[in-house]
């Protein structure tokens, strides 16, 4: 495993950071970590990134216990709020970071290259990082979390200003780094972009993680028909009954849950064959976004 933790607990005096967190992320897999404001989400980062220490549990990165200084050099991150130093040049920036990594010399300015030019400030490094926008100085702590080729990549709220086109591009170069075998554990509010880049997922609610899974386990469950019909009569809905499809109506209305994606059509076969007229049929499955409504409000568990 990537990472590993098992009852990771942090406190800080009487009040929870996180409590009893047990994950497990392999190789090559992008890695969704969601909760809302104050849950916990950063504490785990950090206490992963060695930044804090935790209380009780155990956690393994790349195999190694946290803090192992070898392990250090495989890892990239960019921090949510994070404020590098304004009088420098972008290239600046990157130059120092790569000194800080120790890479080779002949290494070194081939790799700034490489990542300017992935998250497009390629011609803007010569530029103060004061006078960048705030979607530029995402973009340049973005480029110093990948300047390592990092094996493990940590990304919280990589794309929060960004526009919905520097979001695709954030979102490629997670894809890219996945396609080459690497590791992304991503904190995003971006429930919908989540849903396209991860292949798990984890859920975290007061200090504590409260479901986890692939986002097919997550997003399983009944989907819902809703449907606008013409001509329902009493044999229609009976003929559904039979199906054990409940339904609701409300004059032309009618609401449907099927078990599988199979029984769409055969629920629109029934309807036309006991006279209905269907107007419109729009299937709606259990979105990550409505899972995670119902479990981080309170009483949603």
């Not at 942090?10 to 929870?16: D, H, P, R, S, T």
Request: net charge neutral; proline share 4%; with cysteine.
């Amino acid at each position: 495993m990537v990472i590993e933790t098992k009852y990771l607990t942090k406190l800080y005096g009487n009040k929870l950071g996180c409590q009893d967190i047990c994950l497990s992320v392999s190789e090559g897999q992008v890695f969704g970590f969601l909760g809302p404001n104050g849950a916990g989400k950063s504490t785990l980062v950090k206490i992963l990134m060695g930044l804090i220490t935790p209380t009780s549990g155990e956690a393994r990165l790349l195999g190694r216990p946290l803090g192992d200084l070898e392990v250090r050099k495989r890892i990239g991150f960019l921090p949510e709020n994070f404020r590098y130093q304004d009088w420098l040049t972008g290239y600046e920036l990157l130059s120092f970071h790569a000194d800080l990594y120790r890479l080779p010399p002949n290494r070194k300015e081939a790799r700034i290259k490489d990542v300017l030019e992935m998250v497009g400030l390629t011609g803007r490094e010569g530029h103060r990082i004061r006078t960048y926008s705030r979607g530029m100085q995402q973009r340049i702590g973005l480029a110093s979390a990948l300047l390592p080729d990092p094996d493990l990549l940590f990304l919280d709220e990589p794309t929060s200003a960004l526009d919905p086109l520097g979001r695709k591009e954030v979102r490629e170069i997670i894809l890219h780094q996945k396609s080459r075998g690497k590791t992304v554990f991503l904190n995003s509010h971006f429930l919908s972009e989540v849903e396209l880049v991860c292949d798990r997922v984890a859920i975290i609610k007061k200090s504590q993680v409260v479901a986890q899974g692939s986002l097919e386990e997550l997003r399983s469950g009944n989907i819902t028909l809703d449907m606008r019909v013409g001509g329902i009569t009493e044999g229609l809905l009976q003929a559904l009954d039979q199906m054990g499809c409940p339904h609701k109506r409300e004059g032309e209305k009618l609401w449907v849950e099927v078990a599988r994606e199979e029984d769409i059509p055969l629920v629109a076969q029934r309807v036309v064959q006991h006279g209905g007229l269907i107007y419109q049929l729009t299937p709606t499955g259990n979105s990550l976004e409505n899972l995670f409504v119902n479990l981080v409000e309170e009483g949603g568990e």
